[in-house]
T-cell receptor, first 113, second 112 residues
Framework: GENVEQHPSTLSVQEGDSAVIKCTYS??????FPWYKQELGKGPQLIID?????GEKKDQRIAVTLNKTAKHFSLHITETQPEDSAVYFC????????????FGSGTRLQVQP | DGGITQSPKYLFRKEGQNVTLSCEQN?????MYWYRQDPGQGLRLIYY???????QKGDIAEGYSVSREKKESFPLTVTSAQKNPTAFYLC???????????FGPGTRLTVT
């Protein structure tokens, strides 16, 4: 099974509403949790990340929260806009020795104008 | 896409031919990575390299080969042994030990 589980797989919201995407990881030693946004036909873009020594990080309309006890981290987008429509991926280093990311399966966010 | 370039954007090959995908970065990053993405799916790690002249297999290395002769370059060869080579290929790089990975624009390979 997947080591990084991401939910939901699709999410449709009205413009101006909030969107929340959640990822669950399995390795308690994980210490870095990035979120990527991928637009159609393009490479993923790092939009926000969090390290295990903090519980929340904000950057304008986006925020990431981390719950180490429950082993999950979430992406929060407030005041959504049509240009937020994309596929969002979480990632987890999993094996910090190899320093490579394992990605979630992605969430397709559609913001309805 | 930062300072990572991948070429070409689209590539077409006949079955049985080897093909090499280019990845160059001018970010002075130590590590470089190759991922494969199939339609509607996440990214899977093919190979990665943390230092020149050294690289490690990822989760789906069979049918692929790489080289890292220069810090800024990490070409990927898709060999005829790869059963299902048609996919979107993404190259990334990062500094170490911080693993903030930045991606190139990708190469879409179609093999018929």
């Amino acid at each position: 099974g997947e080591n990084v589980e991401q939910h939901p797989s699709t999410l449709s919201v009205q413009e101006g509403d909030s969107a929340v995407i959640k990822c669950t990881y399995s390795d308690s030693a994980s210490n870095y949790f990035p979120w990527y946004k991928q637009e159609l036909g393009k490479g993923p873009q790092l939009i926000i990340d969090i390290r295990s020594n903090v519980g929340e990080k904000k950057d304008q309309r986006i925020a990431v929260t981390l719950n180490k006890t429950a082993k999950h981290f979430s992406l929060h987008i407030t005041e959504t806009q049509p240009e937020d429509s994309a596929v969002y991926f979480c990632a987890d280093p999993m094996d910090t020795g190899r320093r490579a990311l394992t990605f979630g399966s992605g969430t397709r966010l559609q913001v309805q104008p | 896409d930062g300072g990572i370039t991948q070429s070409p954007k689209y590539l077409f090959r006949k079955e049985g031919q080897n093909v090499t995908l280019s990845c160059e970065q001018n970010l002075n990053h130590d590590a470089m990575y190759w991922y494969r993405q199939d339609p509607g799916q996440g990214l899977r790690l093919i190979y990665y390299s943390q230092i020149v002249n050294d690289f490690q297999k990822g989760d789906i290395a069979e049918g692929y080969s790489v080289s890292r002769e220069k810090k800024e370059s990490f070409p990927l060869t898709v060999t005829s042994a790869q059963k299902n080579p048609t996919a979107f290929y993404l190259c990334a790089s990062s500094t170490l030990p911080r693993n903030e990975q930045y991606f190139g624009p990708g190469t879409r390979l179609t093999v018929t």
